[in-house]
């Protein structure tokens, strides 16, 4: 049988993993948002037709651009 403190310490890091997610799907989020709305932006301007898959893709590969830049970087 599993005592009481073993729950506890299982509920504080499985909060404590809950809580990184979190943050980090907010802070994905809100990347996602402004890329989105500066692409927009620049393909009114620019007189395109503006979708969200397109700017999707092209804040995901500034993302995965970002993250080999920091890789590299770091060796």
């Avoid at 049988?1 to 907010?26: D, H, P, Q, R, T």
């Avoid at 402004?34 to 503006?50: A, D, P, R, S």
């Avoid at 500034?62 to 770091?74: A, D, M, P, Q, T």
């Amino acid at each position: 049988m599993i005592g009481i403190e073993a729950w506890k310490n299982f509920f504080k890091a499985l909060g404590s993993f809950l809580g990184i997610v979190l943050i980090l799907a907010a802070t994905y989020f809100t990347s996602w948002i402004i890329t989105i709305g500066i692409i927009w932006l620049i393909f009114k301007l620019l007189n395109i037709t503006f979708t969200v898959k397109v700017a999707t893709g092209i804040w995901l590969a500034l993302v995965f651009l970002e993250r080999f830049i920091k890789g590299s970087r770091g060796k």
